[in-house]
T-cell receptor, first 115, second 116 residues
Framework: AQSVTQLGSHVSVSEGALVLLRCNYSSSVPPYLFWYVQYPNQGLQLLLKYTTGATLVKGINGFEAEFKKSETSFHLTKPSAHMSDAAEYFCAVSAGGTSYGKLTFGQGTILTVHP | DTGVSQNPRHKITKRGQNVTFRCDPISEHNRLYWYRQTLGQGPEFLTYFQNEAQLEKSRLLSDRFSAERPKGSFSTLEIQRTEQGDSAMYLC??????????????FGPGTRLLVL
């Protein structure tokens, strides 16, 4: 079974500051990891994903995440926040085996960006 | 590519009524997923199809829920005898499984259900 924990349901940063959204996962098999963003009244949009290989993954809008197996973490970062980054962010894990398509999501982190 | 579409976007119903939601996936996508999202929570998996075959159902999917994907194209999710606890956002996602995993799931805008 898989699970995801996102530390901090709300994160507030100033425009131009570093964004750090934390995600820890649990999986009995090597995981595939995802970050999605959800804007109000919209569906989820993929930011980036980790499958295999390079542990530092770059995504859209300047976001990146690093897979750390020893820490079972997949934290999302962006060097400089922009007002348009304000949204809710979800970390998700997909395991291998017959259920590998199914995503297990964290509870989400709402990012607020102050001018 | 017009993306995943869902209809209706909003549905208000009275307890005990039946409701049906529709999802149109991205054309040529062979996998289709249903998730449920309640306020303040992440989406929870309900069920998924590969082509027309329903391959897995969550324990969240009680016998009042039924999903179909005839001919492997659009899908419907029906809830019978709705309860107030069914109030949620119902999300549909589709993906193309070609070769090995993992495929990227593309989400629709969701159908927001309110049961009075």
């Amino acid at each position: 079974a898989q699970s995801v924990t996102q530390l901090g349901s709300h994160v507030s940063v100033s425009e131009g500051a570093l964004v750090l959204l934390r995600c820890n996962y649990s999986s009995s098999v090597p995981p595939y990891l995802f970050w999605y963003v959800q804007y109000p009244n919209q569906g989820l949009q993929l930011l980036l994903k980790y499958t295999t290989g390079a542990t530092l993954v770059k995504g859209i809008n300047g976001f990146e995440a690093e897979f750390k197996k020893s820490e079972t973490s997949f934290h999302l970062t962006k060097p400089s926040a922009h007002m348009s980054d304000a949204a809710e962010y979800f970390c998700a894990v997909s395991a291998g085996g017959t259920s590998y398509g199914k995503l297990t999501f964290g509870q989400g982190t709402i990012l607020t960006v102050h001018p | 590519d017009t993306g995943v579409s869902q209809n209706p976007r909003h549905k208000i119903t009275k307890r005990g009524q039946n409701v049906t939601f529709r999802c149109d996936p991205i054309s040529e996508h062979n996998r289709l997923y249903w998730y449920r999202q309640t306020l303040g929570q992440g989406p929870e998996f309900l069920t998924y199809f590969q082509n027309e075959a329903q391959l897995e159902k969550s324990r969240l999917l009680s016998d009042r829920f039924s999903a179909e994907r005839p001919k492997g194209s659009f899908s419907t999710l029906e809830i019978q005898r709705t309860e107030q606890g069914d109030s949620a956002m119902y999300l549909c996602a589709s993906s193309l499984l070609a070769g090995g995993p993992p495929e990227t799931q593309y989400f629709g805008p969701g159908t927001r259900l309110l049961v009075l």
